[in-house]
């Protein structure tokens, strides 16, 4: 398991899960739910996931540090500004808000239940190898920044 860590890049973690939403979806019809304005609430969710992300690799960039999630070791500051005050991974919680407008859209109460497992996923495979890479580099400043903040929301 450990091989898995900082491996898949949550970008595509976030395209195979959708795939897995939708094949749930087209296999299990029986399971479908009615959401009226389906396609308005999943455009509202894209959006809003979308600008987190964004938003939350401003902060990066303007902090002049690393936005692959892939070498968090290449980091170069700590970042507890913007949206980070709020939540030490928001781009992560974008791309879920994201899983969920896709849920949302295909009307599938099995394919929702595909959404936590996306979670654990990525607490096990990326964010705890991530938080445990920049505690070995910042020590102390990560460490209050992790009792500040919540992982998620």
């Known amino acids: 398991m450990f091989r898995l860590e900082l491996k898949i890049p949550p970008v595509a973690l976030v395209v195979l899960f959708a795939l897995a939403i939708w094949f749930v979806a087209q296999m299990n019809p029986w399971a479908g739910v009615q959401i009226p304005g389906k396609e308005w609430v999943a455009l509202?969710?894209?959006?809003?996931?979308?600008?987190?992300?964004?938003?939350?690799?401003?902060?990066?960039?303007?902090?002049?540090?690393?936005?692959?999630?892939?070498?968090p070791e290449l980091a170069t500051s700590l970042v507890s500004r913007g949206v980070y005050k709020l939540s030490r991974n928001p781009m992560y919680i974008g791309l879920f808000i994201m899983l969920v407008a896709c849920t949302i859209y295909l009307e599938n109460v099995l394919s929702a239940m595909l959404l936590p497992l996306f979670i654990l996923c990525m607490n096990r495979f990326q964010i705890i190898p991530e938080e445990n890479a920049l505690l070995e580099k910042f020590g102390d400043g990560y460490a209050g920044y992790l009792k500040s903040v919540r992982r998620w929301l």
């Not at 600008?51 to 892939?70: H, R, W």
Request: charged share 5%; aromatic share 8%.
């Open 44 to 71: 509202a969710l894209l959006i809003a996931g979308f600008a987190l992300i964004i938003a939350g690799a401003v902060v990066f960039i303007s902090a002049k540090t690393t936005v692959n999630p892939m070498t």
